[in-house]
């Protein structure tokens, strides 16, 4: 196929998310002619590019909480556009975790100033 003359939805299928007629098809439980259709001009079904970005990890989840992140190879893109690695984000949850005693005595001061205003309202 030419690709001054590819339809977009071959170029989503091929080139964004790296399917061939037989994989998206398997994917989808569609026919390998349905795809053809689709490789035609037919409209693609939502619930189907979805199954496919998803397989190749364009989207991780549908969600509002989740938009703008995206798998790039072994990196988790964040919505501001770096990349992290499983390291870094083990990393990272391991050190919110940690309590420091500066932290806990400050924390035991506002929950004491807390309740002092409770009984106070």
């Known amino acids: 196929m030419k690709y001054n003359k590819m339809h977009k939805n071959v170029f989503f299928r091929e080139i964004e998310c790296g399917l061939?007629?037989?994989?998206?098809?398997?994917?989808?439980?569609?026919?390998?002619?349905?795809?053809?259709?689709?490789?035609?001009?037919?409209?693609?079904?939502p619930e189907c590019k979805r199954l496919m970005r998803m397989n190749k990890q364009r989207e991780l989840n549908h969600r509002d909480e989740w938009k703008g992140f995206s798998m790039r190879g072994e990196y988790l893109i964040i919505p501001n556009g770096r990349g992290i690695t499983s390291r870094q984000l083990l990393t990272a949850l391991s050190l919110l975790e940690i309590n420091s005693e500066l932290e806990i005595r400050t924390t035991s001061k506002l929950i004491k100033l807390a309740r002092s205003l409770s009984k106070l309202l």
Do not use: H, Y
């Open 20 to 45: 061939s007629r037989e994989e998206t098809a398997k994917l989808c439980f569609k026919s390998v002619n349905q795809v053809m259709l689709w490789d035609r001009g037919a409209k693609i079904p």
